[in-house]
């Protein structure tokens, strides 16, 4: 099982946030991306661009902070995080 946890923040408050599982056989790439999206499609938001800093703060943690440069659009928040809370 595969579990990612994401929360929206906004004056250093939780503002909203969900538990994306997926139990398919896929590589974990493939599961963050699925996870990614259902997440952006559960929030009502464009997907978020991977800047290099993004990846590497991913790599080491199994944690990212999307904030206002990861989005093309202008969003209302500070910012997304993501974090893999379970993996097979």
């Known amino acids: 099982m595969f579990r990612m946890w994401a929360k929206i923040f906004k004056d250093n408050r939780l ?26 499609y559960e929030f009502d938001l464009g997907k978020p661009i991977w800047l290099d800093a993004t990846i590497a703060e991913f790599k080491r943690h199994d944690k990212a902070r999307f904030t206002q440069d990861n989005f093309i659009e202008t969003v209302d928040f500070d910012y997304l995080e993501i974090h893999v809370i379970e993996e097979d």
Do not use: P
């Open 15 to 40: 503002i909203k946030d969900t538990v994306i599982c997926n139990d398919r056989e896929d590589t974990r790439t493939h599961k963050v991306f699925q996870a990614l999206d259902e997440i952006c």
